[in-house]
T-cell receptor
Framework: IAGITQAPTSQILAAGRRMTLRCTQD?????MYWYRQDLGLGLRLIHY???????GKGEVPDGYSVSRANTDDFPLTLASAVPSQTSVYFC????????????FGEGSRLTVL | GQNIDQPTEMTATEGAIVQINCTYQ??????LFWYQQHAGEAPTFLSY??LDGLEEKGRFSSFLSRSKGYSYLLLKELQMKDSASYLC??????????WGAGTKLIIKP
């Protein structure tokens, strides 16, 4: 593993189904983030985690949950997917120091029908 | 509310210079960032400004005026590979990144 790995890269999902997007990093960064990116809108923060064992809500948390059992993994779960959750999801990490520089995974394109 | 504005799309010619503007209104300021995002790919970090003035990095430069809530990204000697979206983001008083919607830059030969 090099950097940040997201899986799956693409998924088509029926509305009402449960889905977990996986994110794994090998950079040992404490801070991790989940964003969604939609046409015409900036990246919007869904949930974040400043360190293993803690999580927080971002700008658009409804319908999503996260966990941070260890430093490397930060999965995002959609408990019951809806069409408005069709988007590209990016996982990101930040090095220490509150510099604001983020490292992004390659993204997961999710389509909910 | 917090707001970051940048043009939706710009077109420029290969070899030319282009300036992408960004204006912001945020709760506090701890730095301004520019990211590049090629179509279908992840954003990658380009530049960071926290003090007023110009930061130069090769063909790319970024300028900041905190009093005006304004920044620009200047790209010189444009190449076809510079065709991408350029995202402006501000680190607010809570150290959360606030993102603009991005400017799609189209380079024509």
């Amino acid at each position: 593993i090099a950097g940040i790995t997201q899986a799956p890269t693409s998924q088509i999902l029926a509305a009402g189904r449960r889905m977990t997007l996986r994110c794994t990093q090998d950079m040992r960064h404490n801070a991790m983030y989940w964003y969604r990116q939609d046409l015409g809108l900036g990246l919007r923060l869904i949930h974040y985690s400043n360190t293993a064992g803690t999580t927080g809500k971002g700008e658009v948390p409804d319908g999503y949950s996260v966990s941070r059992a260890n430093t490397d993994d930060f999965p995002l779960t959609l408990a019951s997917a809806v069409p408005s959750q069709t988007s590209v999801y990016f996982c990101a990490t930040a090095p220490p120091g509150n510099t604001g520089e983020l490292f992004f995974g390659e993204g997961s394109r999710l389509t909910v029908l | 509310g917090q707001n970051i504005d940048q043009p939706t799309e710009m077109t420029a010619t290969e070899g030319a210079i282009v300036q992408i503007n960004c204006t912001y209104q945020t709760s506090g300021f701890n730095g301004l960032f520019w990211y590049q995002q090629h179509a279908g790919e992840a954003p990658t970090f380009l530049s960071y400004n926290v003090l007023d003035g110009l930061e130069e990095k090769g063909r790319f430069s970024s300028f900041l005026s905190r009093s005006k809530g304004y920044s620009y990204l200047l790209l010189k000697e444009l190449q076809m590979k510079d065709s991408a979206s350029y995202l402006c983001a501000v680190l607010d008083s809570n150290y959360q990144l606030i993102w603009g919607a991005g400017t799609k830059l189209i380079i024509k030969p």
